[in-house]
C-alpha cells in the first residue's frame, strides 16, 4: 500500500525562526512529489519535484527530494506569521493517483 | 481568475436527506476530482473523471455518485446522506490525469458539510 509520512505532524516557532519539514514515501510506480500550502480553504500549489538533488526555490521557501532515501524536504527561512498552514505533501504515483500526508501544521508565533 | 469553483461552502443535512456538491473550472482542464477532507487523515479520493464522459471511483466511493456534465463541471451527489459524510469536500483539476505532463492539481475552497 502507496503511503506518504510527514513529521512533525505539528510544530511551533517563532517569527524569524528556519524550520524544515519532513516527507517521506513509500510509492509504486513513483513519478512526483509535491508539496501544497492549505490555510483556511484551498490547497494551494507550492512545488513539484521529480529528479533527485535538485532544489527548487520560491522566495523564503525551498525543497528537495532525494529518490534513493525516499524523502523531500520543505523548508521556511525567516518565517512570518502568513506562514502559518498546514503543509501537505503528496506523491504522484502511476496509476493509483496521489497519495496525501496527513500534513504538517504548523504554527509561527509573533 | 476563478480556478476551481465550488458551492456551496456549506450545508447542514439531516441524516437520509440527498444533496449535489457543484464544481466547475475555466482553466480547460481534462481532470477532475473529487476528494474529503477529515481530521488526522490525508485528503482521500472519492471519484474521479479522467476526460469528459468518463468517471471512475477512487478510494472511499461508497454513498456517493457523480457526474461530469461537460469539460468544466464535476458534480458530486449523496443520495442518502450519513453522518459518516460529515467532512470537508475538496473538488480538484489537472490539465492531464494525476500530475500528468509535471502539472499539478489545482483545488477549490471546499464545502463543509455536515450531516446531523
Known amino acids: 500500500e502507496d503511503k506518504v509520512v510527514q513529521s512533525p505532524l505539528s510544530l511551533v516557532v517563532h517569527e524569524g525562526d528556519t524550520v524544515t519539514l519532513n516527507c517521506s514515501y513509500e510509492?509504486?510506480?513513483?513519478?512526483?512529489l509535491l508539496w501544497y500550502k492549505q490555510e483556511k480553504k484551498a490547497p494551494t500549489f507550492l512545488f513539484m519535484l521529480?529528479?533527485?538533488?535538485i532544489e527548487k526555490k520560491s522566495g523564503r521557501l525551498s525543497s528537495i527530494l532525494d529518490k534513493k532515501e525516499l524523502f523531500s524536504i520543505l523548508n521556511i527561512t525567516a518565517t512570518q506569521t502568513g506562514d502559518s498552514a498546514v503543509y501537505l505533501c503528496?506523491?504522484?504515483?502511476?496509476?493509483?493517483?496521489?497519495?496525501f500526508g496527513k500534513g504538517t501544521h504548523l504554527i509561527i508565533q509573533p | 481568475n476563478a480556478g476551481v469553483t465550488q458551492t456551496p461552502k456549506f450545508q447542514v443535512l439531516k441524516t437520509g436527506q440527498s444533496m449535489t456538491l457543484q464544481c466547475a473550472q475555466d482553466m480547460n482542464h481534462n481532470s477532475m476530482y473529487w476528494y474529503r477532507q477529515d481530521p488526522g487523515m490525508g485528503l482521500r479520493l472519492i471519484y474521479y473523471?479522467?476526460?469528459?464522459?468518463?468517471?471512475d471511483k477512487g478510494e472511499v466511493p461508497n454513498g456517493y455518485n457523480v457526474s461530469r456534465l461537460n469539460k468544466r463541471e464535476f458534480s458530486l451527489r449523496l443520495e442518502s446522506a450519513a453522518p459518516s459524510q460529515t467532512s470537508v469536500y475538496f473538488c480538484a483539476s489537472s490539465i492531464y490525469l494525476w500530475t500528468g505532463n509535471n502539472q499539478p492539481q489545482h483545488f477549490g475552497d471546499g464545502t463543509r458539510l455536515s450531516i446531523l
Open positions: 510509492v509504486t510506480n513513483f513519478r512526483s
Open positions: 503528496v506523491s504522484g504515483g502511476g496509476a493509483d493517483g496521489l497519495t
Open positions: 473523471s479522467a476526460s469528459e464522459g468518463t468517471t
Open positions: 521529480t529528479s533527485s538533488g
